[in-house]
């Protein structure tokens, strides 16, 4: 039996004549100990996708499905690598993997749970920064500081919602290769959502496109055959990984084409003329996103 | 060891001093110079100019009243009356000064005076004091009540006062406002049925707090041996300026990152670990301007509550001053300005320096 299953997923949001289907008849199944990147252009529904698989959305229709079982919310068996790192900026690094561990592992002692805490913090080279503030931070070691966090919850599955895509190149690069030496050596199953089809190539086992959106849905998937360790510079050389690139981006661009096609419509614009204001118009503010708590 | 005193000043609210202990130390003497003119000196001149401009003001004034006291004197009693007045007024008699807007000098004697005012007094105090040690401890050890100096407070004991007053009733205003704060910003159904309540209690004068205050304490409190007007003025200064910190603690609440409220959610913290883990850490920018907010507010509204519970302190002082119509009465009043001025430009420098140690750097979360 999979790990993780989606089946027959939509999502949309908003009602009536705003109503937006994002994502629609998504079927996916991620085996244990899978390495599986989804890719896709911004605005498809991608980050949709993983707040599905971590409990903080539901879908409209279909189930998603955890070792059989349908997820009810989020919970700490499934780690989250968020974009935007989302660490404490008042807790220093060690408190904010502290955070998690003393969540996760309630039961160990106050000295298993430091070893616990400072192990992680060591896998991911950040033990001479311990007890510094995020903002004291780069880029690249705050989303390590994220990395160390989803990781010492000790998660089932591990949920990468483009992490590195705020991470200038030179860092991307490196925090790649760290992130997967990380990875190898417990194989846990993990999900990486990104629109670098590179990175993609260089992560996972499993490349699967998200067609653009609205009614984004999952395309054929792409194997990646390389062995692992891989070597980055080895394999851009590679004639296979040329082509595997090549066709993924080719799909991409394909259904990207398609679906321009298929809103080609004729807008007929109304003939107005400007007049000056007679009085001045605020605009109308946003509506304020209402944040649920519990 | 410099830069660890120039990181306490700062600290403290004092980084002005910064270039001058750069520059005495001799570290980059042009740059230095210049930001310690900008600095240190620029204010200063500032205030110097404002003192001259008191000065010339008052003089003025000064001489307008007096003029008008001679013109009076020569219209209702003839001109050797009119002499009379003038010669009174050149010789600096008490008896015909005329009563106008004091000059810095005088005002700067009468701080004088209250200071040596407040030694004789301190005096008297530990006088008595020594004087009633024994009867005290007499009654001490028969259970009566010790006798205490029941005297006419200084000014400086007059400004202790009302520093308690506005402690306790900040203390007050915390102590309701951040807890109905948190619980209104945690639910939005809450939020807006209070919302209009609030809004209508916000803009209430510190005068009509102090009569409700009044209403109900006189009512509840009818032990004689409590300090009713002291009770008033406090649960009135607080009523005054809770608002700031109830609607910022609700704002800040209402308003954390929905980042950290994912957070929150994927390590399934339970309430009360969301609240005091994620959502008072993150919300505590806001709060702690509430509260700054809440301490000026507070101090400004004292001495008008003050004035009017009869309870000791600054505003009494600056009351019973101008009742008294004393011929320094004025300079005392000025005397009384600055110095809520300047303790007010303190507390506010304090709760800088304690909401810069309490929050986090929002710019780089």
């Known amino acids: ?294 | 060891m410099k830069n660890k005193s120039i990181k306490t000043l700062k600290f403290l609210g004092l980084g002005f001093i910064e270039p001058l202990i750069r520059l005495i130390s001799g570290e980059e003497p042009k740059k230095n110079t210049q930001l310690f003119i900008k600095k240190s000196l620029l204010p200063l001149s500032s205030i110097f100019l404002f003192v001259l401009i008191w000065h010339l003001g008052s003089a003025a004034l000064y001489n307008s009243e007096a003029e008008v006291r001679i013109e009076k004197a020569r219209s209702e009693q003839g001109e050797a009356a009119a002499i009379a007045m003038a010669e009174c007024i050149a010789s600096g008699d008490v008896s015909c000064q005329p009563n106008t807007l004091p000059s810095p000098t005088k005002v700067w004697g009468a701080f004088q005076a209250l200071l040596d005012d407040h030694n004789t007094i301190s005096q008297k105090k530990s006088d008595f004091k020594d004087k009633v040690a024994a009867t005290n401890a007499q009654r001490e050890a028969q259970g009566l009540d010790p006798i205490t100096y029941t005297g006419r407070p200084s000014f400086v004991d007059q400004i202790g006062t009302s520093l308690k007053t506005v402690a306790a009733g900040c203390l007050l205003a915390m102590l309701i406002a951040v807890p109905i704060g948190i619980i209104i910003g945690l639910s939005e159904s809450l939020r807006t049925s209070f919302n209009w309540l609030i809004q209508i209690f916000k803009p209430v004068s510190p005068v009509v707090w102090l009569l409700l205050v009044f209403m109900v304490v006189k009512t509840l409190i009818t032990d004689p041996s409590l300090d009713k007007s002291f009770i008033i003025s406090f649960i009135s200064v607080g009523l005054c300026a809770m608002w700031a910190t109830l609607v910022n603690t609700s704002m800040g609440v209402s308003t954390v990152d929905k980042d950290y409220i994912n957070v929150a959610r994927v390590l399934k913290l339970n309430v009360g670990q969301n609240i005091f883990k994620i959502i008072l850490p993150a919300s505590f920018p806001l709060i702690f301007t509430g509260l700054r907010i809440t301490v000026s507010v507070a101090w400004m509204v004292l001495i008008a509550i003050e004035l009017l519970a009869q309870s000791p302190g600054l505003g009494s002082f600056v009351w019973e001053e101008f009742q008294n119509g004393a011929n320094d009465s004025n300079a005392k009043i000025i005397v009384a300005m600055f110095v809520i001025g300047a303790i007010g430009f303190m507390l506010d420098r304090i709760m800088l320096s304690v909401q810069n140690v309490m929050t986090f750097n929002k710019a780089a979360a």
């Open chain 1, 1 to 294: 039996m999979a790990l993780l299953e989606l089946n027959n997923i939509s999502k949309s949001f908003g009602v009536g004549s705003t109503r937006n289907e994002v994502l629609s008849d998504i079927n996916l199944s991620v085996e244990e100990g899978e390495f599986v990147a989804i890719v896709g252009f911004s605005g498809s529904g991608k980050s949709t996708l993983i707040n599905l698989i971590n409990g903080l959305l539901f879908p409209d229709e279909g189930e998603v499905l955890l070792n059989g079982k349908k997820i009810v919310g989020p919970g700490p068996d499934r780690g989250v690598i968020f974009q935007n790192y989302s660490l404490l900026p008042w807790l220093s690094v060690y408190s904010n993997v502290k955070l998690a561990v003393d969540e996760v592992f309630s039961h160990l002692t106050r000295k298993e749970k430091e070893e616990h805490i400072r192990k992680y913090i060591d896998m991911v080279n950040l033990t001479p920064a311990i007890d510094k503030k995020p903002d004291e931070l780069s880029g690249g070691m705050r989303q390590r500081v994220s990395v160390a966090r989803a990781l010492a919850m000790n998660p089932e599955i591990l949920l990468m919602d483009e992490p590195l895509s705020a991470l200038d190149a030179l860092t991307r690069g490196s925090l790649q290769e760290e992130i997967i030496k990380i990875w190898s050596q417990d194989k846990k199953t993990a999900i990486l959502i990104t629109n670098d089809v590179d990175e993609g190539i260089i992560m996972a086992d499993r490349i699967i496109p998200l067609t653009p959106g609205p009614r984004a849905t999952l395309g054929p998937e792409f194997k990646v055959p390389f062995a692992r360790p891989r070597d980055v510079t080895e394999m851009n050389r590679d004639y296979t990984y040329k082509r595997l690139r090549n066709n993924i981006l080719e799909y991409l661009m394909d259904v990207g084409a398609s679906r321009k096609q298929v809103s080609d419509q004729k807008y007929i614009l109304p003939d107005i003329k400007p007049v000056m204001p007679g009085r001045i118009i605020f605009g109308k503010k946003r509506k304020e996103e209402a944040v649920k708590y519990f």
